[in-house]
Structure formats: structure tokens, C-alpha cells
């Protein structure tokens, strides 16, 4: 049965391989890990980091379609007051 690794230390021995100082073989080997498992706690930390990213991305492309939606309303709101202030014009002359 696999020896369960508390969060902490995880998030320690990723931070370490991240920073590229030294071979992952060497990283697992000091902190009594199989390369495997190392390989493994890398790629499930990018698809966590990935997915938050994903989401942030789309809620910006979100932000962008809602702000050239509220640009276009605005000028067409814009137009529609010129309008009416030019038919008011026209109907009551002073």
C-alpha cells in the first residue's frame, strides 16, 4: 500500500522540481519518492493550474463580448436620442 503524503509536503517537492535545480531523479531520490510518483504529482498539479486558468480565460472572454455588447448598445442608444430629439424638433417649432 502506497505511504500517504500530506498536502504540504507535496506542494513542497513540486515547488523543488519546479524550480529545475536538479534532475527529477535526484529530487525523488532525496525526498524518498519514486520518479513516477513525482512525474505523477507534477502533471496533476498543471491540470489543477491549467483548469483555474481555463476559467479565467473564458470569464475574460466573456468580459470582452459583454463590453462590445454594452459599446453597441450605448451608440444605438445614443442614435435613438439624436432621433427623437430631432422628430421633437420638428414637431413642436418654437
Do not use: C, H
Amino acid at each position: 500500500m502506497p505511504t500517504p503524503y500530506g498536502a504540504e509536503f507535496r506542494q513542497d517537492v513540486i515547488d523543488v522540481a519546479r524550480k529545475g535545480e536538479a534532475p527529477l531523479a535526484q529530487i525523488a531520490k532525496d525526498f524518498g519518492l519514486s520518479v513516477t510518483t513525482l512525474k505523477r504529482w507534477l502533471a496533476i498539479a498543471e491540470r489543477k493550474e491549467s483548469g483555474t486558468a481555463a476559467t479565467v480565460g473564458a470569464e475574460s472572454a466573456e468580459m470582452r463580448e459583454l463590453k462590445k455588447r454594452n459599446r453597441l448598445l450605448e451608440q444605438e442608444n445614443e442614435i435613438l436620442r439624436r432621433a427623437a430629439a430631432y422628430l421633437a424638433r420638428d414637431i413642436n417649432p418654437k
